[in-house]
């Protein structure tokens, strides 16, 4: 199938022409390759953002009974599932490292009533 694209950035054209030649690459072949990066980087963006929601409908439907037993203690919840609550911080991240989790989109977390706020992945109270 032929494909006319217009209006693309000479530079960045030249550049995208040079690192294909550089990877041995046809145009077409480095065109087709980046397409598909960037849906599967889409993809896995999704996916993650389900996780994440998933987790946190978890942490808050299990709130108030978090509170009234273990309030100060830390939780660690992973693909929408409890793992367990740890005594402190480096109990719960133990937990991740020993249950295999690390490249999961987990819940690690203080039990509080207070609220938090995210910034760059770390809660903040």
Known sequence: MS???KDV?????????????LKGLRINEAFMEAINKWL??????????????QNN???RRMLPDLLKK???KWVVI????????YNDRSAA????????????????TPISSK???IRFGLRVT
């Not at 054209?13 to 030649?21: H, P, R």
């Not at 896995?44 to 389900?50: D, P, Y």
């Not at 992973?78 to 609550?85: N, R, V």
Request: hydrophobic fraction near 40%; aromatic fraction near 4%; proline fraction near 0%.
């Open 9 to 21: 950035d000479k530079e960045l054209y030249a550049k995208f022409k040079s690192k294909a030649a």
């Open 78 to 85: 992973s693909e929408g599932i409890l793992i367990g609550i």
């Open 93 to 108: 991240i133990r937990a991740v490292i020993d249950n295999n989790l690390q490249d999961k989109c987990n819940i690690v």
């Open 3 to 5: 494909v006319l694209i």
């Open 115 to 117: 609220e938090t706020v």
């Open 40 to 53: 599967d980087d889409e993809t896995v963006k999704g996916e993650k953002e389900m996780m994440r929601q």
């Open 70 to 72: 273990s309030e100060g």
């Open 57 to 59: 409908a978890t942490y």
